[in-house]
């Protein structure tokens, strides 16, 4: 096998608040794998929050590349990887879901499946997934809901986390009101203490909010777990639930884990964690950072078990390389092609020239 890495910007449509920072893009490192003439595809972004610079990405794929090219064939070398094997076991979690994201890529182009029936899945996936709205006025996110809504979601993700907590229930109100038919979910990514958590989220679930991530700073899971219990709120970890020791910390404490392949290392860890929290009464979410459809696609193959989606990263680009997943009617899907099911960008496909071919 052979690997080959490039690295290409992500820019958003505008800007994404969220509490702690405001995204206006990032870098996406694209790796692929060759093995007697096919090509699998995976994608590692850059993220400060998760201390993944391009950079260091870079690198450790660089490091793991004569180990990973004296492999025989993807199948043996995704084998390896789930076992936790030396050339993988100490990759940082994005880069590690990337090289078996691309491993998979290939395996399901070597049998001629696509990759949700290499896991297990007959019929295709298809789910409705969450679309964000930032932290900004309640007049402009409620014209944006308005938007949303008549395209086809039915799952709004609203941001919290202002200065003045009432900005947020305006805020809330306000995309109800424009989106009455919406499920609307709450993330206000650790902004608020347990007590300002447990007087505020009353006045969201009467605002018609579903269910919270993280309400509270990250690092002491078993206050997060003390909001979960009181809560009139399904309590989801996000950041309190990086791989899977968290979420195993957390099972039955709280109401749900956001799984993202981006800290937790992949699809096989998903697939631990779900079996491990089967019974707990703690749920899965399926979310992502801002990435490419390349970068989403092995997550809208473990669409189907969970709760609840929030795979909208490719959404929120100016331009997105590669295309084959949807999700601007609100539902992403498995592409009926092998592997991931994804291709590069066309003008067709875009409405603009190709990028990252």
């Known amino acids: 096998m052979r690997l080959d890495v490039r690295t290409v910007r992500l820019r958003l449509t505008e800007p994404l608040r969220i509490s702690r920072s405001v995204t206006a893009g990032r870098d996406a490192v ?5 093995h007697d003439g096919l090509t699998g595809h995976g994608e590692a972004v850059s993220s400060s929050y998760l201390r993944l610079p391009a950079d260091l990405i870079r690198r450790e794929l660089g490091a793991l590349r004569p180990d990973l090219e004296r492999y025989p064939d993807p199948e043996t070398a995704l084998a390896e990887l789930r076992r936790g094997a030396a050339p993988f076991k100490d990759l940082p979690a994005g880069v590690l879901a990337a090289v078996e994201a691309a491993l ?6 070597r049998a001629g499946v696509p990759v949700h029936r290499l896991l ?10 969450a679309r964000t709205i930032g932290i900004e006025p309640p007049a402009r996110a409620a014209a944006r809901a308005a938007r949303l809504a008549a395209d086809g979601f039915a799952v709004l993700k609203v941001k919290a986390g202002a200065a003045d907590p009432a900005e947020d229930l305006d805020r809330v109100r306000a995309v109800r009101e424009s989106a009455p038919g919406a499920r609307l979910l709450l993330d206000p990514n650790g902004a608020w203490t347990p007590d300002q958590a447990l007087r505020l989220l009353p006045a969201f679930a009467a605002a018609g909010v579903e269910a919270v991530e993280q309400p509270v700073a990250p690092g002491r899971p078993a206050e997060l777990a003390a909001v979960a219990e009181r809560s009139p709120l399904p309590v989801i970890a996000d950041e309190d639930a990086v791989g899977y020791e968290d979420a195993c910390r957390l099972a039955g404490r ?3 884990v956001n799984l993202k392949l981006a800290k937790c290392g992949g699809v096989h ?12 009464g703690t749920e899965l979410m399926l979310g992502c950072l801002a990435a490419s459809s390349l970068g989403i696609a092995p997550a809208v193959h473990l669409a189907d078990r969970a709760r609840w989606v929030d795979l909208d990263g490719h959404l929120l680009l100016a331009h997105d390389p590669w295309h084959g997943i949807g999700g601007a009617d609100g539902t992403v899907r498995t592409p009926d ?12 496909t875009t409405g603009g020239p190709a ?3």
Do not use: E, K, N
């Open 104 to 109: 998979l890529d290939l395996a399901g182009r």
């Open 355 to 357: 990028a990252g071919r």
């Open 337 to 348: 092609r092998a592997g991931l099911g994804v291709v590069p960008a066309t003008p067709a």
């Open 254 to 256: 709280v109401q749900g």
């Open 120 to 129: 297990g899945r007959t019929a295709p996936v298809a789910a409705a997934t």
């Open 269 to 280: 860890q998903v697939l631990r964690i779900q079996a491990a929290l089967r019974g707990s």
């Open 30 to 34: 694209q790796l692929a794998v060759r």
